[in-house]
């Protein structure tokens, strides 16, 4: 069975930094385009960042220079590298992945999805 483990998560202060990683088993994501959401209570689910077998990679504006995603194509995992975290970057994130390109999961598709992991950011 097919799975998206996110590690990562936890508490910081605003201004700080967390990295988020995502490991998949039970399946080889290489030629899938994966990324990351978020989502808080009582919203919908927000694309954060995904990036592509090619190195492509596409960002929510307002975490683009404060984000950072990367893929180790070696270990078919993702982090996403988040600096100068704000209050409003509190969330559940979850690592997915898309058949297709990073446009396709930017626009909200994804295919598979983790379980999630909780960031809280602190005033």
């Known amino acids: 069975q097919a799975q998206l483990v996110e590690s990562g998560g936890g508490l910081v202060q605003a201004g700080g930094s967390l990295r988020l990683s995502c490991v998949p088993s039970g399946r080889t994501f290489r030629r899938y385009t994966m990324g990351w959401f978020r989502q808080v209570p009582g919203k919908e689910r927000e694309f954060v960042a995904a990036?592509?077998?090619?190195?492509?990679?596409d960002y929510q504006q307002s975490v683009r220079g404060r984000f950072t995603i990367s893929r180790d194509s070696a270990k078919d995992s993702i982090d996403l590298l988040m600096n100068n975290l704000q209050l409003e970057d509190a969330a559940v994130y979850y690592c997915a992945a898309v058949w297709g390109d990073v446009a396709k999961m930017s626009s909200g598709t994804a295919n598979y999805w983790g379980q999630g992991t909780q960031v809280t950011v602190s005033s």
């Open positions: 990036v592509d077998w090619n190195g492509n990679t």
